[in-house]
């Protein structure tokens, strides 16, 4: 199995900066593209930004210039830098990883739990 767990979620006032981090672990062969996604109430999932294991990174437009996001692939760890926060930032963030696993073929995509992210005053 492949566990995806991410940490770094709060309350943070507007213009205020946060740091998810998300650690896979298991059974894993290799990791090809890690990511973060939102989720705000009433609302359909949406793609913050993903990053290749080469380094090469894509951002939403809403957060474009505001967003880092950057990998470690000894330690299998994605990072998400959220500076200048917003309150339609709001959301559940979660982490995704396209992973290969031991005595698999294919690579399959995990997801975390999701760490909640409040920008308020």
């Known amino acids: 199995q492949v566990q995806l767990v991410e940490s770094g979620g709060g309350l943070v006032q507007p213009g205020g900066s946060l740091r998810l981090s998300c650690a896979a672990s298991?059974?894993?062969?290799?990791?090809?593209?890690m990511g973060w996604y939102r989720q705000a109430p009433g609302k359909q999932r949406e793609l913050v930004a993903t990053?290749?294991?080469?380094?090469?990174?894509h951002y939403a437009d809403s957060v474009k210039g505001r967003f880092t996001i950057s990998r470690d692939n000894a330690k299998n760890t994605v990072y998400l830098q959220m500076n200048s926060l917003k309150p339609e930032d709001t959301a559940v963030y979660y982490c995704?990883?396209?992973?290969?696993?031991?005595?698999?073929?294919?690579?399959?995509?995990?997801w975390g739990q999701g760490t909640q992210v409040t920008v308020s005053s």
């Open positions: 298991g059974t894993i062969v290799n990791i090809n593209a």
């Open positions: 995704n990883a396209n992973v290969k696993r031991l005595w698999t073929i294919q690579y399959v995509d995990y």
């Open positions: 990053i290749t294991s080469g380094g090469s990174t």
